[in-house]
């Protein structure tokens, strides 16, 4: 399988090229040249399958070609050491609990696939340097992608953070593990972050002396393993009687994982809706409503990990629908979220189901009750994070104590360790010559 440019300026690259890279060389987004689609009778039998079995089933129509299926099933059954459970809150409402993982964020799975099949590249190439990998956070990519690439050898890992936008919580989980994981905590936004990393790419200077990549979902082994979500749900739900018309609300920053869902549809997985559920950072909802893209500065909301003013990955959907406003709004629906409303919905599905979300979450389950769920449709929202990683956020709005996982207690013992970065590129490009 070959990967094209979202800009279409280069030509088309190998997996190994795609996942190594990360970015293309004009800037643009790497896509799969063919999205494959899986027959029916596997989608009917997925009820019957377990999730390594679906996961290395959907795996396989994408990288089948271009690694052993030895390797392969290795890469899937250590990626998926842990499940992804639906949950009923009400009569016609599921969560999707995708925060069962090392970091308890749904992020754990992209990044554990990337940092084992990028190791398994550099064990390949017999690679003479490190590479260098770059990740802009908002919140929880920055730990998944942390503690997934953790002492994997060959690779050096700098993760770039908003100073004071991130929870405790989450800083603690990518601050504290030292070894090959450095953090950087830039004095800016998440934009200011992600426009570092991929300045970073396309600087010759830069690529002459250090190897990069990026784990951020701009990276094709970042986000198309997310697609598993989606098959596994949908197995559950097919389990219960529940598959049919299902709408899926997903609490969308960068887009990443919504993406994968769109890839999972036209794969042949039947989701009759998707929702786009944006806090305040709603540019993908203008744009639902205008045709027009405009991205703007992000602010700071409740649902951080969320804040993003330029989603990487609204070229991805572009690129999919060949651009066709139309297209996207027959299957797309978006939603805005405010700060008030994330309250409001934790206190009310804490109340009145005994179901405690995450503030992500709590924006999934509001744009499923912002659209309405017709006769006949079941509404599925990604509950994103553990709820304890949003502890004053989620008790105060709800007035119940959250338990705190152990493994969440475990990371806050830690001594924090970062280093202060400017929001200039320059200050950026020196610092990573200077570990060259």
């Known amino acids: 399988m070959k990967y094209y440019s979202t800009n279409h300026q280069v030509s088309p690259a190998s997996l190994e090229e795609a996942v190594v890279r990360g970015l293309a060389a004009d800037r643009g987004l790497f896509m799969p040249e063919r999205i494959p689609t899986l027959d029916r009778a596997f989608i009917d039998g997925m009820k019957h399958m377990t999730f390594h079995e679906i996961a290395l089933h959907v795996a396989s129509a994408f990288f089948g070609d271009d690694m052993p299926q030895s390797d392969l099933r290795r890469i899937v059954e250590d990626t998926l050491a842990f499940d992804t459970p639906v949950v009923p809150v009400t009569d016609t409402v599921y969560s999707l609990e995708l925060f ?29 340097r490190e590479v260098n990998v770059l990740v802009a956070t908002s919140g929880d990519t920055g730990s998944a992608v942390a503690n997934g690439f953790l002492d994997v050898p060959g690779i050096r890992v700098f993760v770039l953070y908003p100073k004071g936008k991130v929870s405790a919580i989450q800083e603690c989980q990518f601050t504290t593990l030292g070894r090959n994981i450095t953090a950087l905590e830039v004095d800016g936004v998440f934009d200011d972050c992600q426009a570092l990393v991929k300045s970073a790419f396309v600087d010759a200077d830069l690529n002459a002396h250090l190897q990069l990549t990026s784990a951020n979902s701009i990276n094709v082994a970042r986000f198309l393993p997310q697609a598993f ?85 609204f070229a991805r959907i572009l690129d999919l629908f060949g651009g066709d406003h139309a297209a996207i709004t027959a299957l797309i629906s978006g939603s805005r979220t405010t700060d008030e409303e994330i309250r409001a919905t934790l206190a009310d599905v804490v109340r009145t189901h005994g179901y405690t979300p995450d503030p992500h979450g709590a924006c999934g389950y509001h744009a499923l009750m912002q659209r309405g769920l017709q006769p006949g449709e079941t509404g599925v929202f990604l509950e994103t994070a553990h709820p304890a990683k949003f502890l004053d956020t989620v008790e105060t709005a709800t007035g119940r104590s959250v338990e705190i996982p152990e493994r969440l207690r475990a990371f806050m013992q830690g001594e924090k360790r970062s280093v202060p970065m400017a929001r200039t590129f320059e200050a950026f490009k020196d610092y990573l010559l200077s570990q060259a």
């Open 100 to 128: 069962h993982g090392p970091t308890l964020a749904f992020k754990d799975v992209g990044a554990r696939f990337m940092a084992r099949m990028l190791g398994h590249f550099i064990a390949r190439q017999g690679a003479s």
């Open 229 to 313: 979500y989606y098959f596994h749900a949908y197995a559950q739900m097919d389990r219960i009687g529940r598959a049919q018309r299902l709408v899926v609300s997903v609490p969308s920053g960068n887009f990443g994982n919504l993406t994968a869902g769109l890839i999972a549809h036209r794969m042949g997985l039947p989701v009759s809706h998707f929702i786009a559920a944006n806090n305040r950072n709603d540019v993908f909802l203008d744009y639902l409503h205008t045709g027009v893209y405009r991205p703007r500065p992000s602010v700071a909301t409740l649902a951080n990990a969320m804040d993003v003013g330029d989603p990487s990955n």
